[in-house]
């Protein structure tokens, strides 16, 4: 099991990792300036969601295939700067959007309590076909597995989890704050095709970062 002190210093470290300006960060930060908390929330249980792919395929050593595989690692990086690609389509082509007082009205692609099913999915993908995840989780993770306690593989899983709640935590905070704004820009059609075509200039700039990285 993962000791306090270990599991205080990882959460700490987790938290400013989080908060670095980043593509899940933004991606979240976009999506509820535009639409709402509840949209930036969706993004992020995806995100998440992600994160336990990352966080098994450490703790089972498949992560170190990218890490071996050049090829395997090329073709997951163009995967995922497709799908950015993708998104970037979406937000450049996407319309105003429904009005602050439709905002609690439940939507074909929502369930009962308001998760948005396309960006919970979006989220999943956007983190699973990242292979920067994959390798930042190989390389971060076992820096915090100790002797003595206990099997790697469940610390890694156990750190994982908390990353995965940092994460949580704090995206959920970051899509609440941003969602504050989104009642003013959605009186404003100006701000809101404004603010879609920042994201697809971002979700531009994430796919070329992505595709220029190296292993």
Not at 8 to 21: D, E, G, H, N
Not at 164 to 175: D, K, Q, Y
């Amino acid at each position: 099991m993962v000791s306090i002190d270990t599991a205080l210093q990882f959460v700490a470290v987790s938290a400013v990792l989080a908060l670095a300006p980043g593509p899940d960060n933004m991606f979240v930060l976009m999506q509820s300036a535009a639409g709402g908390a509840r949209k930036g929330i969706a993004v992020t249980l995806g995100l998440c969601t992600g994160l336990v792919v990352h966080t098994a395929a450490v703790a089972f050593g498949i992560a170190a295939i990218f890490q071996a595989s050049a090829a395997a690692f090329a073709a997951l990086k163009i995967v995922g700067a497709a799908y950015l690609l993708y998104l970037a389509y979406g937000a450049f082509t996407s319309g105003i959007g429904a009005s602050p007082d439709d905002e609690g009205t439940a939507r074909p692609d929502q369930d009962t309590i308001g998760l948005d099913k396309g960006l919970y999915q979006r989220g999943i993908l956007m983190n699973v076909t990242n292979p920067k995840v994959a390798l930042f989780f190989l390389a971060f993770l076992p820096q915090f597995v100790k002797d003595g306690a206990g099997p790697a593989p469940l610390q890694i899983l156990q750190l994982g989890a908390l990353f995965m709640i940092t994460t949580l935590l704090i995206f959920s905070l970051v899509a609440y704050t941003a969602g504050r704004l989104s009642r003013w820009l959605q009186r404003s059609p100006k701000a809101v095709r404004n603010m879609n075509r920042i994201a697809g200039v971002v979700f531009i700039g994430l796919a070329a970062r992505l595709l220029t990285a190296q292993q």
